[in-house]
Nanobody
Framework: QVQLVESGGGVVQAGGSLRLSCAAS????????MGWFRQAPGKDREFVSA????????YYSGSVKGRFTISKDNAKNTGYLQMNSLKPEDTAVYYC????????????????????WGQGTQVTVSS
């Protein structure tokens, strides 16, 4: 069993930065790939970024590539999403998720691949 708790959300002006954290309980987090997803009001939840269990491979949606950076500290059982150059359209609830294991490849962009989810943290970007 893995429990995930996101933090670091808040209100920021356009062009600003935030770093989201995803703290995981359980000793298996280090062997799991993880992802970040977001859901804006009135929209479906969408893929933002993912990272393999070792941190070697990363994946980004086109809308955040070059602005967001995903990372994973297995020693701390924590994942991160550094968000720079934020835009109003980045406003959403952000969720972290853990995969069943050390998954690699495009399947990490599919939210139904993930079996553990956090409760979400709100990010609001004002113009």
């Amino acid at each position: 069993q893995v429990q995930l708790v996101e933090s670091g959300g808040g209100v920021v002006q356009a062009g600003g930065s935030l770093r989201l954290s995803c703290a995981a309980s359980g000793r298996t987090f280090s062997s799991r790939s993880m992802g970040w997803f977001r859901q804006a009001p009135g929209k479906d939840r969408e893929f933002v970024s993912a990272i393999t269990w070792s941190g070697v491979d990363t994946y980004y949606s086109g809308s955040v590539k070059g602005r967001f950076t995903i990372s994973k500290d297995n020693a701390k059982n924590t994942g991160y999403l550094q968000m720079n150059s934020l835009k109003p359209e980045d406003t959403a609830v952000y969720y972290c998720a853990a995969a069943p294991g050390p998954t690699t490849g495009p399947i990490l962009q599919q939210q139904n691949h993930y079996i553990y989810w956090g409760q979400g943290t709100q990010v609001t970007v004002s113009s």
